[in-house]
């Protein structure tokens, strides 16, 4: 199999605002927005492993960003966003630190992978003081530092032990993913690997694509098999062959179920806490019953394109309005940004039949039509009418999203056993 390694590209383009907020977009090299975001982000009296660690932590969440093509894929015109409500701290015209500056000349063209994987790992990090995530703690890695660990042990400690070093990664001009010329039967190449790639990971969540073994970068039958069959599923002529449609359709799906995948582990931190509707929230509330409204949003925005991915930070800011209206509209609520009883209970009705689906056991499912991807209900703000062919929607998970009771039985429909508990 041809060994690909991800590019660090000589600029990258940084959105000024939210994803959707009108903002001005700047172009700078890849090396100045590290160097950006590390003075924005970490202190420069801090130990030399605690900055290399933190730049190598910046640096992975960038690549990935462009390795995955996540904001392109999505029709935007940038690479990456200024808020860390999504990404990282830029602050354009800001005053880098002559050390931070010295090691990010150094090591801008290294990264964090996950061991077997290709694209750089989207490292998430937090202050670790006022906020807190799945990720690297800034400052407890100041402490360990102290504590006489090196950068790696320290990212080692945060990310878990398989991760690895890639170092000089190779410098290009920043270019867009499509190759220019469709892959079809015959074609060969670097590729035809990263479709066999994509496909094979997008397979993960919808079983009835084919998996490609072994990934050879050679297009033959397994491969436009599992083209054709993608095609299908995705509403676009399925003739076998990747042009760019096809090929971006790939894109958004892959970097889309990482993000899930991500979305899925956070939300283990959600597992013991209540649902139930505790409370008025608008703009400027903040804690945990914001952090499980933003999950909820976050996870629903997986499965309709007409909600925006968010981030989960406890904080109700502008974008966290957006994204209530945008629900709200959806479901045909007065689209206020306001969250009252109604909206949230409809919201969790919502929340909890996709998050049963999205973690259902896949031993049943042996095929996916194209829309078995659970679809939000659209009047009423109520939770949907379980249609039948969900039940074919493969995803793997724990806690089901609803309360099992005693007496309650699982009405599994269509000859299906029924599980009493």
């Given at each position: 199999m041809p060994i690909i390694i991800p590019y660090v590209p000589r600029t990258i383009t940084v959105h000024l605002g939210l994803p959707d907020q009108w903002a001005e977009n700047v172009t700078v090299t890849f090396p100045d927005y590290v160097k950006n975001v590390a003075s924005s982000e970490i202190y420069p009296t801090w130990e030399p492993?605690?900055?290399?660690?933190?730049?190598?932590?910046?640096?992975?969440?960038?690549?990935?960003?462009?390795?995955?093509?996540?904001?392109?894929?999505?029709?935007?015109?940038?690479?990456?966003?200024?808020?860390?409500?999504?990404?990282?701290?830029?602050?354009?015209?800001?005053?880098?630190?002559?050390?931070?500056?010295?090691?990010?000349?150094?090591?801008?063209?290294?990264?964090?992978?996950?061991?077997?994987?290709?694209?750089?790992?989207?490292?998430?990090?937090?202050?670790?003081?006022?906020?807190?995530?799945?990720?690297?703690?800034?400052?407890?890695s100041q402490e360990l530092a102290q504590d006489g660990l090196n950068s790696m042990e320290i990212l080692r400690h945060y990310y878990g032990d398989n991760i690895e070093l890639v170092v000089d990664a190779p410098i290009q001009d920043l270019t867009n993913s499509y190759p220019g010329t469709a892959m079809r039967m015959g074609s060969v190449g670097q590729n035809v690997t990263v479709v066999q790639a994509m496909l094979n990971r997008i397979a993960q969540n919808y079983p009835a694509i084919p998996k490609i073994s072994p990934v050879t970068g050679v297009f033959e039958e397994d491969t436009r098999s599992a083209v054709t069959t993608f095609q299908r599923i995705f509403n676009l002529d399925p003739d076998g062959v990747v042009g760019k449609a096809t090929w971006y359709k790939m894109v958004y799906l892959y970097s889309g179920i990482l993000q899930l995948a991500e979305l899925v582990s956070q939300g283990q931190t959600f597992v013991t806490v209540e649902f139930q509707f505790s409370g008025p929230l608008e703009e400027g509330d903040s804690g945990p019953e914001v952090g499980i409204l933003q999950y909820m949003l976050a996870l629903l925005a997986q499965f309709d394109n007409s909600l925006s991915p968010m981030a989960v930070d406890g904080e109700f800011g502008p974008s966290t309005t957006q994204a209530v209206r945008a629900y709200q509209q959806l479901v045909g609520l007065t689209p206020n940004g306001y969250v009252d009883e109604t909206t949230w209970n409809s919201i969790y009705g919502n929340f909890a039949l996709a998050d049963y689906f999205l973690r259902r056991d896949t031993v049943r499912a042996q095929s996916l039509r194209e829309d078995a991807v659970p679809v939000m209900a659209r009047e009423g703000g109520g939770a949907p009418e379980r249609p039948d062919h969900w039940d074919d929607t493969p995803r793997m998970g724990q806690y089901p999203g609803i309360p099992l009771r005693l007496g309650q039985t699982d009405n599994g429909g269509d000859g299906q056993r029924g599980v009493k508990v």
């Open positions: 492993a605690a900055i290399r660690a933190n730049i190598l932590a910046i640096i992975s969440f960038a690549l990935n960003r462009v390795y995955t093509e996540f904001y392109p894929s999505r029709g935007y015109n940038f690479q990456i966003t200024s808020t860390t409500q999504y990404d990282q701290k830029f602050i354009r015209g800001r005053n880098i630190f002559e050390n931070i500056s010295q090691v990010v000349d150094e090591i801008f063209n290294d990264y964090i992978r996950r061991q077997g994987y290709v694209e750089p790992l989207a490292a998430k990090f937090c202050n670790g003081t006022t906020s807190k995530c799945a990720g690297l703690s800034q400052w407890g």
